[in-house]
């Protein structure tokens, strides 16, 4: 090959591709296909937001003050539908696309066509979804569990609804198989699986999760569709159906869909604590079973989430029992933790106290969600908002903190700039206080009998949910900040380091700061 074909060569090969949309409209690079992903979530994040800002504002006082009471059932159900597959799944995708590459060493993820394309199905299902807030009849109000008959009442936009469901599963199944084939095909030579960072066992955990449930979802909305199109009765009493097997078929999928929402979290989590304790992480292998046991046992309890359906009593006992068992290797993660910080030298960065905050409010969603484990009290909890007080803590405080907490850690890397930490410091604070504003006044609610999605109240409700809505306007309010944060620091800043932390191990950190458009083209030989 003559020098000048081997620059043209080069020039190709290590920059991004001419032409603003040329490049992002096509693109299979991972790192530009993990922006997309995470600007994406980010946008969603704010249009589900927005929707809990309508619901805590109308909640703010006892009496229809803002909303009609269906409007306000339409912001229940797709603030779920936005923040589930919008928000938190994109965003722990975009993180996995990122960083799974230069984690394990391998040039791209192992389908490139196929990242780009299941990128791309999600703003169409989403244009779908939202699109039908403006059909005859509204969009779905009946929650995002989408149970029939209530469902089945819609009108026009049920099939919209479907279909949008359908698209976004195919997308996460595509990701998800394409994740799964990285790990497995592409690591660096001398990176064997006990090698791999936490951050990648949990996410090829998460994506045979999702490759295995997803589908179970299509089944039960395509019956759905049957049901209300075709003459079917899967779930229609009139017809021999029955409607509780759509929870049963709902809550197999639902149950490991929670924790493909929190399972990434936890290895984000394992590689910030190690680095701010300046030690290696206590426990990996240990760390590594529990998060698989956790992915086994959570096939076998969906059940809980059904135990006012009057279920036999030996089938409340085994979901009781199973459940509480979920608690033991989730027990066993916060353990190892907590010894890995037990006598570091700890310091107290952006990224270190949301890894913090995430391990102590994640233990509270945990220990209410013991609570809910157990059948004969459950009936008592059962849709009221101590439930929405319990999945908020797992979710809000799990999920969105460890995404926060890995936006921090690794935007250095992605942008070359430091982010401001004082401004940091102060998300941090004001998200943190006005979250637990938020949702620890849900649990006394619940526990003195407050229904869940419902526009409207008993007066003795009224000083907590407005102590609630405030702590929801102020969480709102401080992500603006998180915005000006990360823009800030795209644009410039104080220049980072390769390491970045000092102490940061993993193969990431051996890449300059930005890391180049294309990585690891040789792999490293990882000893």
């Not at 937001?49 to 306000?72: N, S, Y």
């Not at 989408?146 to 009442?153: C, V």
């Not at 994640?362 to 929405?388: E, K, R, W």
Request: hydrophobic fraction near 55%.
């Amino acid at each position: 090959m003559s020098a000048t074909t081997h620059d043209a060569h080069d020039a190709h090969h290590h920059g991004p591709p001419p032409g603003y949309l040329t490049r992002w409209l096509f693109t299979t690079n991972h790192k530009d296909l993990g922006v997309l992903y995470l600007v994406f979530a980010l946008a969603m994040f704010f249009v589900g937001g927005a929707m809990a800002m309508i619901i805590r504002a109308e909640l703010f006082q006892p009496g229809l003050t803002l909303v009609d009471p269906h409007f306000f059932n339409q912001m229940t159900t797709m603030h779920a539908l936005v923040m589930i597959f919008g928000a938190v799944m994109p965003g722990f995708t975009g993180l996995a696309n990122w960083l799974i590459p230069v984690q394990i060493g391998a040039p791209d993820m192992a389908l490139p066509r196929v990242n780009n394309w299941a990128f791309w199905l999600l703003p169409a299902g989403f244009v779908l979804l939202l699109a039908t807030l403006f059909m005859p009849g509204g969009s779905p109000a009946g929650g995002w569990t989408m149970y029939p008959p209530l469902i089945l009442q819609l009108g026009d936009a049920f099939p919209f609804l479907i279909f949008a469901v359908h698209i976004l599963g195919i997308s996460s199944i595509m990701g998800s198989i394409n994740i799964v084939a990285t790990i497995l095909n592409l690591r660096a030579p001398g990176m064997t699986l006990m090698k791999m960072p936490l951050f990648v066992w949990a996410w090829l955990i998460t994506g045979f999760l999702i490759i295995a449930v997803m589908p179970v979802l299509a089944g039960a909305v395509t019956m759905l569709l049957t049901d209300q199109y075709f003459g079917t009765s899967f779930f229609s009493a009139a017809g021999g159906g029955d409607p509780v097997m759509f929870q049963h078929i709902f809550w197999f999928f639902g149950h490991p869909e929670v924790y493909i929402l929190i399972l990434p979290a936890f290895g984000i989590v394992s590689a910030i604590i190690p680095t701010f304790t300046r030690k290696p992480l206590f426990g990996y292998s240990s760390m590594v079973y529990a998060t698989a046991s956790i992915a086994f046992l959570i096939f076998i309890v969906w059940g809980h989430h059904m135990f006012s359906v009057g279920m036999p009593l030996s089938g409340q006992l085994f979901f009781m029992y199973a459940t509480m068992l979920v608690a033991v290797p989730t027990g066993v993660k916060i353990f190892n933790w907590m010894a890995t910080m037990w006598q570091g030298s700890m310091t107290f960065e952006t990224p270190m106290l949301f890894a913090i905050a995430f391990v102590l409010l994640f233990t509270v969603g945990g220990l209410s969600g013991v609570m809910l484990a157990l059948a004969p009290v459950d009936l008592q909890y059962h849709d009221t908002y101590f439930v929405v007080a319990h999945f908020h803590y797992v979710l809000v405080t799990g999920a969105i903190f460890s995404i926060m907490a890995a936006v921090y850690f690794w935007l250095p890397k992605w942008t070359g700039h430091m982010y401001d930490e004082r401004l940091g410091k102060w998300h941090f604070w004001l998200s943190t206080i006005s979250v637990n504003v938020l949702f620890f006044p849900q649990h006394f609610l619940g526990l003195a009998g407050m229904p869940r999605r419902i526009p409207d109240y008993a007066l003795q409700f009224a000083d907590f949910n407005m102590i609630s809505s405030i702590g929801g306007f102020a969480f709102g309010l401080s992500q603006l900040l998180f915005v000006w944060i990360i823009v800030k620091c795209v644009r410039g800043g104080e220049k980072a380091t390769d390491e970045v932390w000092e102490g940061a191990k993993g193969l990431e950190w051996t890449l300059p700061s930005p890391a180049p458009y294309h990585t690891f083209e040789t792999p490293p030989t990882v000893k």
